[in-house]
């Protein structure tokens, strides 16, 4: 047989094989009357195990276009293009082909086993049931009318919504805009998807924060984009690094999470803020600036946004109801150029025909109502609560095992472990010992850091995970 393994190809040996043969059949090199070479002479002839071949006709034959049997071997379907055979798609090459990236392993990993088993979750970074106002929420819905239409919205999202957000923004974080430059998304998530796909092409350059949420996410491989790197410190990135990436590679768009960065917690001081926007400017690089914490500042101070100060429109401005009000209720917007918006709620309209007008009302009339500030108050004074418990746990259980700075808003703390140790490791004994959270390398490109998130779990629930925690990293 004329097959030569590639050992330097991502894809497995046993899919090069099934390939081979397939093509083989197509084409004749395996003629229909004879039998194919057995699982053990075709791997010795090949130099590679039998499971191999096992796995490649395994393959083939879920496919229909080969039929194994007792006593006659291994032989091509008779009725490869009969109107009998059913042949089944071979679904792992479809998924192999696809252009959309799946979430890194660890991810699925970690999502999966947050879902399937009852563990101390530290690492899904949203609120726990208790903190969501339901009771608010509860009288929306009993109380008052339905403002919305049960057909197709605005392409931009409700009005009325998109009315109240101008309010909202401009109150809580001084950013002046007008209804037709919000569109309303289904989340921040989808707001970077729309933003990467309508505004930058395979092979741009773009600059993302190390460690950094955006990290976690494949929509910038999926995308084609070159993602390079800038490192935080505690007052967030340096302007400087920003420049140097320019003049090596022309970056096409900074993505920013200023206030209290996931998962460093980070707070962009005024001073590098006027520097980024000043090389936004000078060199006519857009920013998106992803805000979905600054509502929680624990200090109660007001922090300018980017978008606040932005005087030439540079600035892609993103935010959330999900980490401050109910991840479920999926509400987000973009705020930006009206010709831009326009050109990504054209995007939308392909994808979903627009925004649920049931959310949408919902969340107007949260916002409109005196309740929502009642609702962060709380939320911030219960947060405070939370991060002092984890601190508190760290000191008691991981002194002198953890370095970390103590964030002054946000859902997130990012500890630095000062031992040696197997990341893979560590995380399998967590989840033994029932409790999970985010490893370092899925945020950024430094070892030996972990990201825990006390919003999920109530205060005797932390305590008990960071034990758990110090219990396994001990065991290694």
């Known amino acids: 047989m004329d097959f030569k393994p590639d050992r330097t190809e991502k894809k497995a040996i046993y899919k090069q094989l099934a390939e081979y043969i397939e093509n083989g059949i197509a084409n004749g090199t395996f003629p229909r009357d004879k039998p194919l070479p057995s699982e053990r002479s075709l791997a010795n002839e090949l130099n590679i195990n039998r499971s191999t071949v096992v796995s490649a006709y395994d393959e083939l034959e879920a ?144 600059a993302i924060e190390d460690p950094s949420y955006n990290f976690n996410l494949p929509i910038f491989k999926s995308a084609g984009l070159q993602v390079h790197y800038l490192p935080i410190s505690k007052d967030g990135i340096n302007p400087e690094d920003l420049q140097e990436l320019y003049k090596k590679h022309r970056i096409k768009m900074i993505f920013l999470n200023p206030d209290f960065q996931n998962p460093t917690g980070s707070l962009l001081n005024e001073k590098k803020r006027e520097a980024v926007l000043d090389i936004s400017s000078n060199l006519g690089i857009p920013v998106v600036e992803d805000d979905p914490y600054s509502l929680t500042a624990f200090s109660g101070d007001k922090i300018p946004a980017l978008k606040s100060m932005d005087r030439n429109g540079n600035v892609l401005y993103i935010s959330s109801l999900s980490k401050i009000v109910a991840s479920g209720l999926r509400i987000g917007w973009i705020i930006g150029p009206t010709s831009v918006i326009e ?33 962060i108050k709380c939320l911030t004074k219960e947060l405070i609560i939370r991060r002092d418990k984890i601190v508190k746990s760290l000191e008691t259980y991981l002194k002198d095992q953890v370095e970390y700075s103590i964030p002054q808003g946000g ?66």
């Open 63 to 206: 496919i229909g276009l080969i039929e194994r049997n007792r006593g006659s071997g291994t032989t091509i379907s008779k009725d490869i293009w009969g109107v009998t055979k059913k042949r089944i798609p071979s679904w792992n090459r479809y998924i192999e082909a696809g252009s959309f990236l799946p979430n890194l392993p660890v991810t699925q990993k970690i999502r999966k086993e947050a879902v399937d088993h009852k563990l101390i979750n530290l690492a899904t970074g949203e609120l726990s049931e208790d903190l969501f106002p339901k009771s608010f929420l509860r009288e929306i819905t009993a109380t008052r009318s339905f403002i919305g239409s049960l057909g197709y919205d605005h392409p931009l999202g409700s009005e009325i919504l998109r009315s109240t957000l101008t309010k909202h923004i401009k109150k809580c974080r001084g950013i002046e805009t007008n209804p037709s430059s919000i569109l309303i998304t289904s989340g921040a998530q989808q707001a970077l998807h729309l933003i990467v796909q309508c505004l930058l092409k395979p092979g741009d350059a773009i």
């Open 411 to 476: 859902i997130h703390i990012w500890c630095k472990i000062l031992k040696d140790y197997n990341e893979t490791e560590l995380l399998e004994e967590s989840i033994k010992r029932g409790v999970i959270y985010v490893p370092g390398s899925t945020m950024g490109s430094k070892n030996g850091f972990v990201r825990f998130t006390f919003a999920k779990e109530d205060e005797a629930s932390i305590d008990e995970g960071i034990k758990r925690f110090s219990e396994a990293l001990n065991s290694l």
């Open 343 to 375: 050109r990504l709620s054209d995007a939308k309209q392909q994808i979903d025909f627009g925004h649920s007008s049931f959310t949408q009302w919902i969340a107007n009339d949260f916002l409109e109502s005196e309740k929502f500030q009642t609702h």
